[in-house]
Antibody
Framework: QVQLVESGGGVVQPGRSLRLSCAAS????????MHWVRQTPGKGLEWVAV????????YYADSVKGRFTISRDSSKNTLYLEMNSLRAEDTAVFYC???????????WGKGTTVTVSS | QSALTQPPSASGSPGQSVTISCTGT?????????VSWYQQHPGKAPKLIIY???KRPSGVPDRFSGSKSGNTASLTVSGLQAEDEADYYC??????????FGAGTKVTVL
C-alpha cells in the first residue's frame, strides 16, 4: 500500500542541525513531488517546503528559507529535510506528504517529532 | 504567507450539520481552485477529505462537501457522526509553488 514513513526526529540544541528522512513505498516515488509540513504543539499545520518530482525545483516557506533544505534520492525512494540553525520555534511534528495531482497533499506520513531545546 | 482564518471550534448534535469557514485573500483562496480540506484525529496524521474546493477522494463519505465564494471556502459535514469529531484544516495553493493552511477548527459532536 502507499506509505510514507518519517524518521530522524529528536531533541537538539538551538543553533544545531538535524536531518529528517521520509521513506516512500507503494507508488512510483520519482513521479511525484513531495512536501514537508509541520505542526507545532497544540497548534495548526504549517507548510514548510516542496520539491518537484525530479528535484529540479524547490520552494520554501519564508519562516525556514535559508535554514532548511529539501532534497530527494529517487534511487532510495527517500525524501530529506536538512534543518540548520534550529530555533525553539522550530519545535514541531514534521510530516512528509505527497504532492497530489490536484495541488493537494494526498498521502501523509505519521510524522516525526523535533524538539529544539537547550 | 499569512495563515487562513478558521473558527477555532464548531459543534453539532449527531445527525445535524456543521459548516466551517476558511477565509483568505485573492492571492490564495480567491485566486485558485486548489483549496483542500484535511481531517485530523488526535495523535494521527492529517487525511485529505476535499480537494479542488468541492471534490471528494475515493472513500470519503458524501456527508463531506465543500464550496467557495470569493475569498472564503467552506466545509460542511452533514449527518454528523461521532467519528467526525476531529480537527479540520483548510489549505490553499498561494501561487509560486507555495501553500498556506488555516489554523484549524475543532469539531465537537455533542
Amino acid at each position: 500500500q502507499v506509505q510514507l514513513v518519517e524518521s530522524g526526529g529528536g531533541v537538539v540544541q538551538p543553533g544545531r542541525s538535524l536531518r529528517l528522512s521520509c521513506a516512500a513505498s507503494g507508488f512510483t516515488f520519482s513521479s511525484y513531488g513531495m512536501h514537508w509540513v509541520r505542526q507545532t504543539p497544540g497548534k495548526g499545520l504549517e507548510w514548510v517546503a516542496v520539491i518537484r518530482h525530479d528535484g529540479s525545483d524547490k520552494y520554501y516557506a519564508d519562516s525556514v528559507k535559508g535554514r532548511f533544505t529539501i532534497s530527494r534520492d529517487s534511487s532510495k525512494n527517500t525524501l530529506y529535510l536538512e534543518m540548520n540553525s534550529l530555533r525553539a520555534e522550530d519545535t514541531a511534528v514534521f510530516y512528509c506528504a505527497r504532492w497530489g495531482q490536484h495541488n493537494d497533499m494526498d498521502v501523509w506520513g505519521k510524522g516525526t517529532t523535533v524538539t529544539v531545546s537547550s | 504567507q499569512s495563515a487562513l482564518t478558521q473558527p477555532p471550534s464548531a459543534s453539532g448534535s449527531p445527525g445535524q450539520s456543521v459548516t466551517i469557514s476558511c477565509t483568505g485573500t485573492s492571492s490564495d483562496v480567491g485566486g485558485y481552485i486548489y483549496v483542500s480540506w484535511y481531517q485530523q484525529h488526535p495523535g494521527k496524521a492529517p487525511k485529505l477529505i476535499i480537494y479542488e474546493v468541492s471534490k471528494r477522494p475515493s472513500g470519503v463519505p458524501d456527508r463531506f462537501s465543500g464550496s467557495k465564494s470569493g475569498n472564503t471556502a467552506s466545509l460542511t459535514v452533514s449527518g454528523l457522526q461521532a467519528e467526525d469529531e476531529a480537527d479540520y484544516y483548510c489549505c490553499s495553493y498561494a501561487g509560486s509553488n507555495t501553500w498556506v493552511f488555516g489554523a484549524g477548527t475543532k469539531v465537537t459532536v455533542l
